[in-house]
């Protein structure tokens, strides 16, 4: 049994995290923290555990295990290295860190305390990827030679606890926008289900749309268009928006030499067209569409990791290079040049 605490109590551990864990009968949700008062007791009354006034209390607590971290991406690197450090396994949200030293020091402290840490990434385990890796693997399509991989969503005012308000329009707390909440999700699945890591990106990431409570623009991105080449020489197209009005657009395809596949189609979640002509269709037993966002796995993950002593399903090497290729997109941008990624 595994005693879990909830540092950051908003929208992200409300419906991805306290639901996945709930449902796991090795994980108890024991303790809640979170900066803005009330929040944590909000949490504790409604699913039982304790609520802590002080994070160094929680953390304290020898009846904790672990902890999962769900607040700005600012805060990760401090939040995750105390919590190493007080002997607790850590479950950190995507991206990793706001840099690339500040996902190092994360891997560190994991190392030093010889304790789990794992990102957040949980797109790894949407059905539809989970087979297109498996297609890939087993050489479907002949020899993969690009992909194009879109991730839209409305905004992060519509899903945040803060609406307008919220830490992702802050560079301060956020480092950066889209390319980050959004984009990550992309990098990252696309390193998994491909099988290489980056080697340079040509990036464009305005801010065409967003706007603070005062009318102003934000200060990060709210759209993301990167052409990426990977080390095995596969050529990738990536577009991450704030601006997808009509809910979430999740679409990817993979081309090969003997066809592509396609995953979330309007008809069936992967369908993979060969050269021939004949076409395969996959369903499994829930067809969502592509705008509803499912609970996955990741949380189980993380506590079989702990319970059976194994490596976490996403690394925090997984997550630096997440936060390596932001560097580099948003290099690019700034450049307006190709952009190596600087390991």
Same mark, same amino acid.
């Given at each position: 049994m595994v005693n879990v605490l909830i540092i950051g109590c908003g929208g992200i551990a409300g419906f991805r995290h306290i639901p996945a864990l709930r449902q796991n009968p090795d994980a108890v949700l024991s303790g809640f923290f979170d900066g803005t008062p009330g929040r944590a007791a909000q949490k504790a009354a409604e699913f039982g555990g304790k609520?802590?006034?002080?994070?160094?209390?929680a953390l304290a607590d020898p009846g904790i295990d672990a902890a999962v971290i769900c607040t700005p991406t600012r805060s990760h690197c401090d939040l995750a290295v105390r919590a190493?450090?007080?002997?607790?396994?850590?479950?950190?949200?995507?991206?990793?860190?706001?840099?690339?030293?500040?996902?190092?020091?994360?891997?560190?402290?994991?190392e030093k305390a010889n304790k789990k840490l794992m990102i957040s990434h949980n797109q790894r385990r949407y059905h539809p990827h989970i087979k297109a890796k498996e297609l890939l693997d087993r050489g479907e399509i002949g020899r993969l030679l690009t992909y194009r991989t879109?991730?839209?969503?409305?905004?992060?005012e519509?899903?945040?606890?803060?609406?307008?308000?919220?830490?992702?329009?802050?560079?301060?707390?956020?480092?950066?926008? $889209?390319?980050?909440?959004? *984009?990550?999700?992309?990098?990252?699945?696309?390193?998994? =289900?491909?099988? &290489?890591?980056y080697q340079r990106v040509l990036s464009y990431t305005p801010t065409l749309a967003k706007v603070k409570p005062d009318g102003t623009t934000i200060d990060v991105d709210d759209?993301?268009?990167?052409?990426v080449e990977m080390e095995n020489g596969v050529v990738g197209l990536i577009v991450n928006s704030w601006t997808s009005m009509s809910?979430?657009?999740?679409?990817?395809?993979?081309?090969?030499?003997?066809?592509v596949i396609t995953l979330y189609r309007e008809d069936h979640p992967v369908v993979v067209e060969y050269k021939d002509g004949t076409?395969?269709?996959?369903?499994?037993?829930?067809?969502?569409d592509q705008s509803v966002t499912l609970l996955t796995d990741i949380d189980e993950l993380f506590i079989r990791c702990i319970?059976?002593?194994?490596?976490?399903? $996403?690394?925090?090497?997984? *997550?630096?290079?997440?936060?390596?290729?932001?560097?580099? =997109?948003?290099? &690019?941008?700034?450049s307006g040049t190709w952009a190596k990624i600087r390991r």
């Open positions: 609520a802590f006034d002080t994070l160094d209390e190493l450090a007080a002997g607790k396994h850590v479950l950190c949200e995507k991206p990793m860190a706001v840099s690339a030293d500040d996902a190092r020091k994360m891997i560190a402290a994991s879109f991730l839209g969503i409305q905004g992060p519509y899903a945040s606890v803060d609406g307008i308000n919220n830490a992702y329009f802050s560079r301060a707390m956020s480092g950066r926008g $889209v390319m980050s909440d959004v *984009g990550s999700h992309r990098i990252d699945l696309m390193h998994y =289900i491909v099988g &290489s890591r759209n993301s268009m990167s052409i809910g979430n657009d999740r679409m990817t395809q993979f081309f090969g030499t003997e066809g076409t395969a269709y996959y369903d499994f037993p829930e067809n969502p319970e059976e002593n194994t490596e976490p399903f $996403v690394t925090g090497e997984d *997550g630096l290079e997440v936060v390596l290729t932001l560097d580099a =997109i948003e290099e &690019s941008n700034a």
